[in-house]
């Protein structure tokens, strides 16, 4: 099975920055848009950026200007690069695959925390 693993949660401060990170086998990784999506607790998944396999980029408008995805081809991984973090980034982080997102198939993400 294809597992996708995410680390790099944790707590920290408003303001401060957290750089999350998505590793996913080559044979996934080299031919897959990756996306990064994020859930609240009592709220719904919601996407927050999304890179296709030539480095293309768009993010959710709450994070425009604050978070950057990229990926790593010869680390097969992709990263999350959090600035400026507000409480309301508080969620748990999910990489994924259009694929694995429309099955409904999801790994066990990370704890991101905001708060003072």
């Known amino acids: 099975q294809v597992q996708l693993v995410e680390s790099g949660g944790g707590l920290v401060q408003p303001g401060g920055s957290l750089r999350l990170s998505c590793a996913a086998p080559?044979?996934?990784?080299?031919?897959?848009?990756m996306v990064w999506y994020r859930q609240a607790p009592g709220q719904q998944r919601e996407l927050v950026a999304i890179i296709t396999t030539g480095g293309d980029t768009n993010y959710a408008d709450s994070v425009k200007g604050r978070f950057t995805i990229s990926r790593d081809n010869a680390k097969n991984t992709v990263y999350l690069q959090m600035n400026s973090l507000k409480p309301e980034d508080t969620a748990v982080y999910y990489c994924?695959?259009?694929?694995?997102?429309?099955?409904?198939?999801w790994g066990q993400g990370t704890q991101v925390t905001v708060s003072s």
């Open positions: 080559e044979s996934i990784f080299k031919i897959n848009t």
């Open positions: 994924n695959t259009i694929q694995r997102t429309r099955r409904g198939d």
